[in-house]
């Protein structure tokens, strides 16, 4: 079955950087669609990010030209790289899995990992 777990979130300084990973496993995942979203609590879950199977990105206007987002096929690893962190990008980050090549923040991701807090202080 689909796992995604996301790792590396945690505490940093406006300013600052952190990478997030997101290990995928029960499937191959290079001609999938994957993204990164963001939650904070009694708010709506906002896409930032997706990785086509070509490695087309596409970003939010809140996070372009601070957040990359890339994916190691091999490895079935996707990454957010994060930096110029705001206060404002303090939520709950998730990866999410799609078996489409139609991809970008607005269309349905069937398959979610269970979180990872960043908070930027």
């Known amino acids: 079955h689909v796992q995604l777990v996301e790792s590396g979130g945690g505490s940093v300084q406006a300013g600052g950087s952190l990478r997030l990973s997101c290990a995928a496993s029960g499937r191959t995942y290079s001609k999938w669609c994957m993204g990164w979203f963001r939650q904070v609590p009694g708010k709506e879950r906002e896409g930032i990010a997706t990785i086509d199977s070509s490695g087309s990105t596409a970003y939010a206007d809140s996070v372009k030209g601070r957040f990359t987002i890339s994916k190691d096929n091999a490895k079935n690893i996707l990454y957010l790289e994060m930096n110029s962190l705001k206060p404002e990008d303090t939520a709950m980050y998730y990866c999410?899995?799609?078996?489409?090549?139609?991809?970008?923040?607005?269309?349905?991701?069937?398959?979610w990992g269970q979180g990872t807090q960043v908070t930027v202080s």
């Open positions: 999410a899995a799609r078996s489409s090549s139609s991809c970008n923040i607005g269309v349905l991701f069937p398959y």
